[in-house]
């Protein structure tokens, strides 16, 4: 039973039979937009923490895990990446992440909702510090339609930092928009999505695989990594190019001229080495 004289934040699994929970203080936002409902609490243990339509997004305390796997092994396994597109991400922390790498010139964020943003300014600015870098362009609009509408070979990495697929993430997950991706990416170029538990969405984890190697993507790569706050606590995202993914840059990473707290060239191989009944389940997808 969870203490009673405390006010809790709690997210249910229901169809995996857990809870993650968090003590709460104060709520210090909340905006439906016409997309969905963005709330912010305060927590006792976590700093800040953000939900949209009662889903757990990120606190303060850990979202540096999310972050910087969803850009750094990307960045780092790309020959030289200088145009960015990030789909999703309106918190803006995967920005932050990419504009750490001084060789990109141009990183595009398309959210749909600015009312994310909006929450993330006010309530978790450490996340918002690159918004004004003028390689930095914010656009919100769907990301779906930016896209389709994108000129072939636009990008060198495309990160889909995306809610769970429903609501307006639900047609990032699927062939057709993996196939507009294909097209927008340039030679060598990978797309990187959040490719959700290992544990608890292992066939989601698959079927994104089997979607995104029918749109083209002949070579994929799925790296795992904690993440406290996510159902079962455990998460991942997938890499996937046309061509055979580039050797990872390890001497670039190791020389990295800005720190992390989380990524590192051993977070990087470790997360490349899936568990044994993870590998088995991609098998052939």
């Known amino acids: 039973m969870l203490p009673s004289d405390k006010k809790w934040y709690s997210e249910p699994a229901i169809e995996h039979g857990s809870a993650f929970s ?11 937009s016409p997309f969905q409902k963005v709330e912010v609490f305060a927590t006792e243990k976590f700093g800040n923490l953000m939900t949209i339509d009662g889903l757990v997004m990120l606190t303060t305390r850990d979202n540096f895990l999310y972050h910087e796997m969803m850009s750094h092994p990307v960045l780092f396994t ?9 789909i999703g991400g309106g918190d803006c922390g995967t920005l932050r992440e990419v504009l750490r790498h001084p060789g990109v010139e141009r990183a595009i964020q398309v959210d749909i909702d600015e009312v994310v943003t909006k929450a993330a300014l006010l309530h978790f600015p ?14 919100f609009d769907d990301g779906l339609k930016w896209v389709k509408e994108a000129a072939p070979g636009s990008y060198d990495v495309i990160i889909v930092d995306s809610t769970d697929p429903v609501g307006p993430a639900e ?12 097209a927008a990416l340039g030679e060598n170029g990978i797309l990187v999505q959040q490719s959700e538990s290992p544990l608890y969405h292992l066939e989601l984890l698959a079927e ?16 795992h990594f904690p993440q406290p706050v996510y159902p079962s606590g455990w998460w991942s995202c997938t890499m ?14 190791t020389n990295r001229p ?8 051993g977070t990087h191989q470790g997360g490349l080495s899936l ?11």
Do not use: W
């Not at 047609?171 to 993996?178: D, N």
């Not at 994104?208 to 790296?223: D, E, I, S, V």
């Not at 800005?258 to 060239?265: I, K, N």
């Open 126 to 139: 450490e996340l918002c510090e690159s918004n004004d870098d003028p390689r930095a362009e914010l656009h």
């Open 171 to 182: 047609g990032l997950f699927g062939e057709a928009f993996y196939r507009d991706c294909l």
């Open 22 to 32: 968090l003590t709460i203080t104060e709520k210090l936002f909340e905006e439906q």
């Open 258 to 265: 800005f720190e992390t707290l989380f990524y590192t060239p």
């Open 275 to 285: 568990p044994p009944y993870v590998a088995r389940a991609l098998e052939g997808v």
């Open 240 to 253: 996937a190019a046309k061509a055979p993914i580039p050797a990872f840059r390890e001497v670039d990473a």
């Open 208 to 223: 994104m695989r089997r979607f995104m190697g029918k749109a083209g993507f002949a070579h994929r790569q799925t790296l």
């Open 78 to 86: 790309h020959p030289n990446p200088k145009r960015v597109l990030i």
